[in-house]
């Protein structure tokens, strides 16, 4: 037992003011008697173990020794977000970039103001000898491109979800053991400044053991690019791999961020036919958690007005957020009104983009194979998503091992 947190010095003080003698020292037997008959004192500090080990796990992340400085980057899938990718790398300071073009998607052509290298085949894209590469093309792209450029590169990035399915995602994760190849899966929300927020709360409060976590997306399809035909979009084509319960698997992952792996799954899924597309564009998902915890998420392409926000409920508490006012409330059992956090801040929506980038960057130069974000850390949420697939198709709770 350590001293940590105002819990422990309670804790401590009634075990003194019950054994203590002044010119006499109590045994450990007399603490253990005392603890078992008085389960009361014991229940003072169980929440500040949990704490402590959440803390000590955060602040013992390995940190090795750079060995090699990144200097050369490919982009595969130069759609918006593969533009923001250019962008954010080279803010980063990476100016040596080099994308391989199909020319298949809406833009056709890219602002030369950019100032990165462009090619047409794999073979003039190889001859850059690129130090990694960010995987950016349609998510039913992702497998079969990672296998092709792990042998070349000491890093790989690859936007989330890291498939449209599980097919082919172990023969991946096989390469990247094979050739020590660093990876990483872009969800972006996870550096968020309010998700962040919601997990130091979580650390820091006394909020009791979590019961429920229900969220909801909102956001209207044909607002998300104006610039192109939204039904060509990859969210909104089946064959590319899209659909809203994929395109916005943040949720999910977030879902098991919160309250741990997942045991089994529902989905009701939902087409909204003002959009004729064959993806689908409303999705309600109820997930199991091991832990005995439900998550209830609903996404979809329709509302008008961008919409994304949760509450997280706890035995003795709860915490609400906004991620598009970006603000925070919560309240435990001892306050006497909830507090709101961040209730005057605004961060740069590309903030996350940056974050997870340079995250990337640092594991790669580190030659950091497992990490927090890697692509085994996907796994999770990409098993629940075809999970939600198979429930709503076959009308069933699917199980979750």
């Known amino acids: ?40 004192v014991v229940a003072i500090n169980n929440e500040a173990e949990k704490r402590y080990k959440v803390r000590w796990t955060k602040q013992s992340n390995i940190q090795l020794k750079k060995q090699f400085s990144v200097k050369k980057v490919a982009i595969l899938g130069c759609g918006s977000i ?6 954010n790398l080279q803010n980063l300071g990476i100016k040596d970039i080099c994308a391989l073009r199909t020319r298949e998607g809406h833009f056709q052509e890219l602002d030369k103001r950019c100032n990165f290298h462009e090619v047409d085949t794999w073979e003039d894209l190889l001859e850059f000898k690129p130090d990694v590469a960010v995987i950016s ?36 994760l096989d390469m990247l053991k094979k050739y020590k190849v660093t990876s990483f899966v872009g969800f972006n929300l996870r550096f968020h400044p309010v998700i962040i927020k919601c997990h130091e709360l979580i650390d820091n409060y006394d909020f009791g053991e979590p019961v429920l976590l229900q969220c909801q997306v909102g956001q209207y399809l044909p607002h998300w690019h104006p610039y192109e035909n939204y039904q060509k979009g990859y969210y909104a084509r089946k064959n590319l791999g899209g659909g809203v319960t994929l395109t916005m698997i943040h949720e999910i992952d977030m879902a098991l961020s919160f309250l741990g792996q997942p045991e089994a799954v529902s989905c009701f899924l939902n087409q909204y036919n003002q959009f004729d597309i064959d993806v689908d564009s409303i999705s309600d998902i109820m997930i199991r958690h091991k832990s005995g915890t439900v998550s209830q998420i609903h996404l979809d392409y329709v509302q008008k007005n961008t919409n994304r926000c949760g509450i997280l409920s706890f035995e003795r508490g709860w915490i609400k957020y906004d991620l598009i006012n970006q603000e925070i409330i919560y309240c435990t059992a001892e306050m006497d009104k909830p507090e709101k956090v961040l209730a005057d801040f605004k961060s740069d929506s590309n903030i996350s983009y940056m974050s997870e980038m340079k995250s990337f960057l640092d594991f790669t130069e580190q030659c950091l194979l497992r990490h927090d974000h890697d692509a085994w850390s996907s796994i999770g949420s990409q098993k629940v998503a075809t999970a939600a697939l198979e429930s709503s198709k076959n009308n069933c709770v699917v199980n979750n091992d």
Request: no cysteine; proline share 7%.
């Open 137 to 172: 093309n349609p998510t039913s792209m992702h497998v079969q491109t990672a296998k092709k450029i792990i042998p070349h590169v000491g890093g790989i990035f690859i936007e989330k979800p890291i498939s449209h399915s599980l097919d082919g995602v172990d023969d991946l």
């Open 82 to 87: 593969g533009q923001r990718h250019i962008k």
């Open 1 to 40: 037992m350590t001293l940590d947190y105002p819990e422990d010095y309670e804790f401590f003080k009634k075990v003194f003011e019950a054994l203590y003698i002044p010119g006499k020292i109590f045994s450990l037997d007399e603490i253990i008697n005392y603890l078992e008959s008085h389960p009361e």
